[in-house]
């Protein structure tokens, strides 16, 4: 139901847009959220937008470099990434669930919709 895409390599300094194309049943009535995984660690959030008022959460590690936004239209959510560092480089994973509760928006566990990942690579 998740198709994520736009992983690549680039240069620390650089930018990429992420993309996570969403099937019908994955609306606007998801949270879509974007969770990453680097060589050798959990899973963690990143980024998030809430289903039923648009509000937007960040992990503190990428606060002010990363957006996430959605286009309701295409059914697609999007992470722009500005500033990337080598520690950005990691496996990106969008996620979505419709019946979450805000306390448990950071939380792996909580979604039960995951697309397959992308890898992001920053060298330095």
């Known amino acids: 139901q998740l198709q994520a895409s736009g992983g690549g390599l680039v240069q620390a300094g650089g930018s990429l847009r992420l993309s996570c194309a969403a099937s019908?049943?994955?609306?606007?009535?998801?949270?879509m959220s974007w969770f990453r995984q680097g060589p050798g660690k959990e899973r963690e959030f990143v980024a998030a937008?809430?289903?039923?008022?648009?509000?937007?959460y960040y992990a503190d590690s990428v606060k002010g470099r990363f957006t996430i936004s959605r286009d309701k239209a295409k059914n697609t959510v999007y992470l722009q990434m500005n500033s990337l560092k080598p520690e950005d480089t990691a496996v990106y994973y969008c996620?979505?669930?419709?019946?979450?509760?805000?306390?448990?928006?950071?939380?792996?566990?909580?979604?039960?919709?995951w697309g397959q990942g992308t890898l992001v690579t920053v060298s330095s």
């Open positions: 996620a979505a669930d419709r019946a979450l509760i805000l306390s448990t928006l950071r939380n792996v566990a909580a979604y039960n919709v």
């Open positions: 019908e049943r994955t609306d606007s009535s998801y949270t």
């Open positions: 937008l809430w289903r039923s008022t648009g509000r937007t």
